[in-house]
């Protein structure tokens, strides 16, 4: 049984994956509407993985006896800019849920519960993943430039994303 800290602190990183998940949707949306179609694929891709986040703890409360109390989804923002201001963001956004699973992780050591120091090791090592991959994009539009040529080319790239 897992106790009531460490639930609600679960409960709200479950918030947290999926307001990211409704954030990549709405740039992918945006992407889509400005017909980058390779961007649009993988921030769609990114919503998914987000979502899959959301249930993996959803799971994992639901396993330890933990009870699931879904909270609101605010509507994300809008105008998302350049394609090197959206990966900016991107980028900034996996730093920000690090930290949030940085903090959950420390309720885990504060409560001593070492079976959710082991399952949430997974979702330290996957931010490292999600960090990388935003910055690697994000490089890659600043180094051959995000306009004409070079950004039909990176969206292509994108578009392979599976
Ligand atoms: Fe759930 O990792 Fe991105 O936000």
């Excluded at 949030?100 to 001593?112: C, G, P, R, S």
């Amino acid at each position: 049984m897992i106790g009531k800290k460490l639930q609600d602190a679960i409960n709200n990183q479950i918030q947290a994956e999926m307001s990211s998940a409704h954030l990549y949707l709405a740039m992918s949306v945006e992407s889509e509407e400005k017909n980058l179609k390779g961007f649009a694929h993988w921030l769609k891709l990114q919503y998914q993985e987000e979502n899959g986040h959301a249930f993996k703890l959803i799971d994992y409360l639901l396993e330890r006896g933990g009870s699931v109390k879904l909270q609101a989804i605010e509507a994300p923002a809008s105008g998302f800019g350049t394609p090197v201001e959206l990966f900016e963001k991107v980028l900034a956004h996996e730093i920000h849920i690090s930290k949030l699973i940085n903090k959950l992780y420390e309720v885990a050591l504060e409560e001593k519960d070492y079976a959710a120091q082991i399952f949430l090791q997974w979702f330290i090592t996957e931010q490292v993943e999600e960090e990388a991959n935003a910055s690697a994009v994000l490089e890659r539009l600043k180094f051959v430039g995000d306009k004409g040529g070079s950004l039909l080319y990176i969206d292509k790239e994108l578009g392979k994303r599976d």
